[in-house]
């Protein structure tokens, strides 16, 4: 692995997540992989779980974490090519970029979309920029199109659930576990890289009934999508459903903007009703009571922290891969 951006960058998901489990069964089994190594993490924008996940997965393969908060402690940096820097950024990224290739053996950047010019974003200049200049492997931990470890996360996630009580996805079933998504009310614009990036990887791993439910307007890319069936009936979606994974997106074709706000797309006990004992899922922060209530957070259906707990493990098994690509 060179890099981990996508799904596109794993070669085999399962083997990936198998690798994740390990980790979180013995953190410190190859605490010696990463020595003498250093991890940079450039935050673009602000993080709490992709950050302490990340760095405790590096400390946990005896690499060095170094956090930048470039939004608040750098210079403001140009992606453009060709730019005439006479605006406000003061530092263009094929100057930054080449002196991080140098400082650190891996690097990995967050970043948001801006929800205002759907042809930039989707681009991914900026990402992109720091895989062209850089010279060393780059993580996203988050760019303006895709979230990928959060996305291992939630394959984990599920892997690590059905297997609890099957012992392998799918086994004694009878049939293949059903996977919805479904989106949420918000009280602002959010971009849709969760959605992007679930959406991508459950299709990319081939072992569920992936249904996607959301108003109408609310489509995503369908390069993300294809495979799922998509439906505006929430309820026809959540019936019989295994997992249910709760998350708000802004338009995709008019972008970035909210056309419905209907409260009665809010996930609550009545409607889980409807599902096979759904698993609940969510990448937090959540909105309490308005993307999801307190009903459903508080209650055993609910995964959401051990969900979250998992990033650790996730992060740790793109890095150690990373390591391995690298020796």
Not at 13 to 34: E, F, H, N, T
Not at 148 to 167: F, K, M
Not at 225 to 230: K, S, W
């Amino acid at each position: 692995m060179k890099n981990f951006i996508s799904a596109r960058d794993v070669t085999n998901i399962d083997s990936l997540v198998q690798s994740a489990l390990a980790y979180k069964a013995d953190p410190l089994k190859d605490k010696s992989l990463g020595a003498n190594k250093r991890v940079g993490m450039l935050f673009l924008n602000p993080s709490m779980r992709t950050r302490l996940s990340t760095q405790i997965a590096a400390q946990n393969l005896g690499a060095e974490a170094i956090v930048f908060n470039v939004d608040k402690e750098g210079w403001a940096l140009e992606f453009e090519e060709e730019a005439i820097m006479s605006g406000n950024t003061v530092e263009h990224v094929k100057d930054a970029a080449p002196i991080m290739g140098k400082y650190f053996d891996i690097l990995c950047i967050r970043t948001f979309p801006s929800l205002k010019n759907k042809e930039d974003d989707y681009s991914e200049l900026y990402i992109k920029q720091f895989i062209k200049y850089s010279g060393i492997p780059v993580v996203s931990l988050e760019s303006a199109t895709l979230h990928p470890l959060q996305s291992l996360t939630d394959v984990i996630t599920i892997t690590e659930s059905l297997a609890g009580s099957d012992g392998a996805v799918g086994v004694g079933r009878g049939r293949r576990p059903k996977i919805v998504l479904t989106w949420a009310p918000h009280v602002k614009a959010l971009p849709q890289c969760v959605a992007n990036s679930f959406a991508q990887w459950v299709n990319a791993w081939g072992q569920a009934d992936f249904v996607i439910t959301h108003p109408e307007d609310y489509e995503l890319d369908e390069k993300f999508t294809r495979g799922a069936t998509i439906t505006h009936n929430q309820d026809e979606a959540l019936k019989d459903a295994d997992f249910v994974y709760v998350k708000n997106w802004s338009t995709y074709n008019d972008y970035g903007k909210i056309y419905c706000n209907d409260p009665e797309w809010m996930l609550t006990n009545e409607k889980l009703q409807l599902t096979n004992n759904a698993k609940v899922m969510h990448c937090l922060p959540v909105r309490r009571n308005v993307e999801l209530s307190d009903e459903v957070l508080d209650s055993p259906a609910s995964i959401v922290t051990q969900e979250a707990s998992n990033r650790v493990w996730a992060a740790q098994a793109v890095l150690a891969e990373i390591l391995k690509s690298s020796k």
